[in-house]
């Protein structure tokens, strides 16, 4: 395929591996956080683990077919050849649209970290001082952009480590808090573990699916990386255990450390947490770590929607123009196109500063599980086409294949009924019937004007 030809392989397996981490650790932790708790309480964990199990098994259906196919545009471009046209172009349109929304709430989470130290700093300036500095890490080229994401997820990942271990050390020893531990009755005094019972667990699922959206970068960069078939399967069964420790082990710190119904939405709840622990110091550490988690993030989304409208073009459901790849290696025009979209956060920071990431959140959640129930199905899909032979034959196979593939299936589908349930998310149900019949038009009027093209190319022949 032309991609393979003309993106440079230019991520190392460090790279691979960092992106990976990256990946499952930003806003959605660190911000998003909040929201969950407030569903849940300290059971907060248990929703983590029950999403983070889930999306590792989507993980490894991508990266199966992954390993098997490494190229540019990912699902999108396994869904054009395993279960058609429309599937390829819905899904990749459908991906891309997904992470500007995630751009846009990593954009508006900016504004509000640095609102922490400086409040009279319009939010909206913020996230476009971010918004140009990414485009220009973009369109430098893909070394850049893998240096960038190694370094900003080491960053993260130490961050998290230090975080969870100073909490710990506070929990057991009042480090830092007069000598007094906090110990743990915060965990059951303020109604309990999960003091709104089963239901708020459930519901709980919802937002935690936000914290996840990203993982499947992974297959994203299978086209730029120097030995997809040792760094993927390495980066993709990582991810378990990095759900873990870093989502797990940091929600186990944080509702220990304070009572789960006094955290807010203001700010970071680790940072404001350590705040009103009174350990004003490792607050703005932790303020930095946010805010470089951040720009790592959207970092991470730019790449994976320019590559994926790279894959688009590829398969003549995007312009022709966005397959163009500019001196440094990059498709230029797919970064200018994604990065010009999301700018639209900016402005509307600039009128709707609390309520934007709210708005974005909620749109980014169904365009994530439409993403991952069309990488389950596109699966089923490609395990048939290829046939038992070549089956047989895979590297890196999905385990416990089909019933995990059905049983993951049926956890997504319950997720969209249960966002009904949530009025701040009721908002993506009602606009997801309308996204997904633009994209049918959408793809039917492309369908009509390449046979209107056809025909006048015939007709002029004769």
């Not at 009042?174 to 109604?191: Q, S």
């Not at 186990?252 to 009103?276: A, E, N, Y």
Request: hydrophobic share 50%; aromatic share 14%; proline share 4%.
């Amino acid at each position: 395929m032309q991609e393979r030809q003309e993106l440079k392989r230019g991520l190392k397996n460090r790279h691979i591996q960092m992106i990976a981490l990256g990946g499952a650790i930003g806003t959605g932790l660190f911000y998003g956080s909040a929201a969950t708790i407030g569903l849940v309480g300290p059971g907060v964990m248990l929703s983590y683990a029950i999403g983070g199990f889930f999306i590792f098994l989507v993980m490894r259906c991508m990266g199966e077919m992954t390993v098997h196919t490494p190229v540019s545009g990912a699902f999108s471009t396994f869904a054009y050849k395993y279960w058609g046209e429309m599937a390829g172009f819905i899904s990749g349109w459908n991906y891309w649209f997904c992470y500007i929304a995630v751009s846009m709430a990593e954009i508006t989470a900016v504004g509000i970290y640095v609102n922490y130290w400086f409040p009279d700093i319009p939010q909206w300036v913020s996230g476009f001082v971010m918004f140009l500095i990414i485009t220009g890490i973009n369109l430098i080229g893909v070394k850049a952009f893998g240096e960038i994401e190694f370094w900003g997820a080491i960053i993260k990942v130490l961050a998290v480590i230090v975080m969870i271990l100073f909490g710990l050390a506070i929990i057991f020893f009042g480090f830092g808090n007069g000598g007094e531990a906090i110990g743990f009755e915060n965990l059951y005094k303020h109604g309990g573990f999960l003091p709104k019972g089963f239901t708020g667990l459930i519901l709980s699922l919802v937002v935690v699916t936000f914290a996840f959206g990203g993982v499947e970068l992974i297959g994203i960069t299978a086209g730029e990386a120097e030995n997809p078939d040792k760094t993927i399967p390495k980066a993709i069964n990582q991810v378990l255990y990095r759900i873990l420790i870093f989502y797990v082990g940091s929600m186990l710190v944080l509702v220990t450390l304070f009572p789960w119904d006094k955290v807010g939405l203001t700010g970071s709840p680790f940072v404001l947490i350590f705040d009103q622990l009174g350990i004003p110091a490792a607050a703005s550490i932790l303020n930095i770590i946010v805010l470089t988690a951040t720009f790592s993030a959207y970092n991470s989304c730019l790449y994976s929607n320019a590559r994926m409208l790279f894959g688009l073009a590829e398969q003549g459901n995007a312009p022709k123009v966005l397959k163009k790849i500019g001196k440094t290696g990059v498709p230029t025009y797919c970064v200018l196109l994604s990065s010009g979209v999301v700018g639209i956060s900016v402005i509307l920071n600039a009128f709707l500063p609390g309520q934007v990431f709210g708005i974005v959140m909620s749109i980014a959640i169904l365009a994530i599980i439409i993403n991952w129930v069309m990488i389950l199905i596109t699966h089923n899909k490609f395990r048939k086409i290829i046939g038992p032979q070549e089956v047989a034959k895979l590297k890196f196979k999905m385990p416990f294949y089909p019933i995990s593939n059905y049983v993951t299936m049926g956890y997504l589908i319950m997720l969209v009924i249960l966002m009904a349930f949530l009025p701040n998310f009721r908002l993506s149900l009602y606009l997801a019937p309308v996204w997904l019949g633009v994209l049918f038009l959408a793809y039917k009027l492309k369908k009509r004007r390449k046979a209107e093209d056809t025909s006048q190319y015939f007709k002029e022949a004769n």
